[in-house]
């Protein structure tokens, strides 16, 4: 007779770190090694309190002069005290290091990326780049790596010691400061060739194929800097609603709901009721006013037991925590 088990239960919690800036700070702003290392410390303390096991962060800075040349991903392993963790840099400066110098407070100094660490083994990692290719547009493609505004996601397989291994992608989508750039060269650019609805189609290929590769669950957690359907900043685009980023031709979330295959953690549609989303808000971290961070799941034997932001504001973007039941294979 089969004895069935009890599930698996996995925190993870997920944030951009906004580079150790704090709630207020710019990514071009210097700070001071005491400042890095005590936003870090406020981050880490959070991340405890949340007990979470895997942890999945964007914006980590991995050797950048504003920030005083620290190298983020490992100072927070050592103060989490966690064992395991994989790092991919996506904006990584063209220029030798003699130069950063003189431009370490523009984006061609930046060096980050996204991160997962880890109270669990990890394998299988993966790094990859959303801007390796804005094809057709080559010339605008070029442009995007000059000045390192493409983005990805990093990829690991989990192993709890009592459970069953999962995947996870700890993501990042581009946003619309680029747009600022490029947006006279082409209104069909914009929602398109630098779209976040691009870069969703290509994290869903990524995440097909790994679903038929491993034949296990998988949990995607990040900065996906797209709103809900349902948001009262869908119905204005940006010259009327005061907002620099234009979500009315962002085809991102739409995707994700035509696809069905992120399991989401609350109503993304249109027909959801605005009001609903207010407790799910991650920026900006202090009185936020719109949905950028998620955690999605895909494949089966995955299911949400509870789902929350954290209140606390230790970065631009506040955390979201999920505690996640995987189901595990029956004793015959």
């Not at 996995?10 to 710019?26: D, K, R, W």
């Not at 083994?121 to 780049?129: G, I, N, Q, W």
């Amino acid at each position: 007779m089969a004895l069935a088990k009890e599930p698996c239960r996995v925190i993870l919690y997920s944030q951009n770190i906004n580079t150790a800036h704090g709630p207020f700070g710019e990514l071009r702003q210097p700070i001071t090694k005491k400042q890095v290392f005590r936003n870090l410390d406020v981050i880490a303390e959070r991340i405890i309190a949340s007990g979470a096991v895997v942890v999945c962060l964007q914006e980590v800075d991995f050797f950048s002069l504003r920030t005083a040349g620290i190298n983020q991903l490992e100072y927070l392993v050592h103060r989490l005290g966690f064992s395991f963790y994989h790092g991919s840099s996506h904006l990584r400066s063209p220029l030798p290091g003699v130069l950063k110098s003189f431009v370490s407070n523009t984006v061609l100094g930046r060096d980050l990326g996204t991160v997962v660490i880890s109270k669990y083994p990890l394998s299988e990692h993966t790094s990859y780049d959303f801007g390796q290719s804005f094809s057709p547009h080559l010339p605008v493609n070029y442009l995007v790596k000059l000045l390192n505004e493409c983005k990805g996601f990093t990829f690991v397989m989990v192993s709890p010691p009592d459970g069953p291994d999962f995947g996870v992608y700890s993501t990042h989508l581009l946003s619309d400061i680029f747009y600022q750039i490029i947006r006279y060269l082409g209104p069909e650019l914009r929602g398109n060739t630098f779209g976040r609805g691009w870069q969703i189609q290509k994290l869903h290929t990524k995440v097909r194929s790994a679903l038929r590769r491993f034949d296990m669950p998988m949990v995607i957690a990040g900065d996906f800097n797209a709103i809900p359907r349902s948001s009262r900043l869908m119905a204005f685009p940006s010259h009327l609603s005061g907002d620099p980023d234009d979500y009315t031709h962002d085809p991102a979330m739409q995707h994700i709901i035509e696809q069905k295959l992120f399991i989401p953690p609350f109503d993304l549609t249109a027909n959801a009721n605005p009001d609903l989303l207010d407790g799910f808000h991650t920026y900006p971290a202090v009185a936020p006013n719109r949905t950028l961070d998620y955690i999605f799941l895909a494949g089966p034997g995955v299911q949400f037991a509870r789902y929350e932001v954290d209140p606390t504001p230790t970065s631009d973007h506040r955390a979201v925590v999920a505690e996640l039941l995987f189901d595990q294979k029956s004793d015959l």
